[in-house]
């Protein structure tokens, strides 16, 4: 049973461009959790998706960065007219549709956004 | 808002001793907190969580324990082993339709030789 996917694990950006990273989850998970991690940091919640469904997205800046889980492919993260700061390891996670108390977090790898 | 505060951010210790890391969360409707260990280069994972109904779990090196009225729980690992150097995350997460969790800053653990 593969675990969640992340794609690409590395991804280097000019500022103004638009990076978007990609999330398949673990099969059978339908719920998807996007987290930004700075340098020496923690992991900053960013937006929780079901397919085709935002549940809560109070972590998102509100300007450039969007995300999507379609009913059918990955989820995506994407963000707009990049700029240094921007740059971080995004993970992603997913858990099960159905939330019980055997329902963790399961985590990626990682994309690490680099922007120059 | 929600918060989660973890403590040290950094813990040195010699092969063979306990580790402690400590947090507390501000959200009392969290019921549930998971420990995470990451490796450099990897994402985080799980390595063992409690729920608000325990007050204490163990696995075999590996113990958390949980004081819901003060808000805080601990990680605790014995006979400490150089591939237990790692970042390890406390977190907490309430049953919002899905598991929203916040994490701790992290605890940079060193086990020396």
């Known amino acids: 049973n593969a675990g969640v996917m992340q794609n690409p694990r590395h991804l280097v950006r000019r500022r103004g461009q638009e990076a978007r990273l990609r999330c398949s989850p673990m099969k059978g998970h339908s719920h998807v959790y996007w987290y930004r991690q700075l340098p020496e940091e923690g992991l900053k919640f960013m937006v929780y998706l079901q397919k085709e469904n935002i549940i809560d997205e109070s972590g998102m800046p509100k300007e450039r960065f969007s995300a999507e889980f379609p009913k059918e492919g990955p989820s995506i993260l994407r963000i707009q007219q990049v700029v240094r700061g921007d740059s971080a390891a995004y993970f992603c996670a997913s858990s099960p549709a159905v939330i019980s108390y055997n329902s963790p977090l399961h985590f990626g790898n990682g994309t690490r956004l680099t922007v120059t | 808002g929600e918060n989660v505060e973890q403590h040290p951010s950094t813990l040195s210790v010699q092969e063979g001793d306990s580790a402690v890391i400590k947090c507390t969360y501000s959200?009392?409707?969290?019921?549930?907190f998971p420990w995470y260990k990451q490796e450099l280069g990897k994402g985080p994972q799980l390595i063992i969580d409690i729920r608000s109904n325990v007050g204490e779990k163990k696995d075999q090196r590996i113990a958390v324990t949980l004081n819901k009225t003060a808000k805080h729980f601990s990680l605790h690992i014995t006979e400490t082993q150089p591939e237990d150097s790692a970042v390890y995350f406390c977190?907490?997460?309430?049953?919002?339709?899905?598991?929203?969790?916040?994490f701790g800053a992290g605890t940079r653990l060193f086990v020396k030789a």
């Open positions: 977190a907490a997460g309430k049953n919002t339709g899905g598991f929203k969790t916040i």
């Open positions: 959200d009392s409707a969290s019921n549930y």
